[in-house]
Each structure stands twice: as structure tokens, then as C-alpha cells.
């Protein structure tokens, strides 16, 4: 698995975990805590 930084509400996020809004990302990964795609911002 790839070295992903995750960071907590940090600007600039571009992906956000659907079930664990805190868990955001600038890239396109699976979340930490429960392992589902990150979803693109709206």
C-alpha cells in the first residue's frame, strides 16, 4: 500500500472519506479508518 498523508480539515483537500468526513486527502486513496474510496469534494 502507498504512504498516503492524511490530513484533518486542512484546506486545499480535494477527497474526503464518505463515512469519516475528518479524514480528508489532496489525493484520490482509501480511508485509514474504515478502508473505503475517498470521494472527490463538492
Not at 12 to 27: E, I, R
Amino acid at each position: 500500500m502507498k504512504n498516503v498523508n492524511f490530513q484533518i480539515e486542512a484546506t486545499g483537500d480535494k477527497y474526503v472519506c464518505p463515512m469519516h468526513p475528518d479524514v480528508t486527502s489532496d489525493k484520490a486513496g482509501k480511508c485509514p479508518k474504515c478502508g473505503m474510496n475517498l470521494v472527490a469534494k463538492k
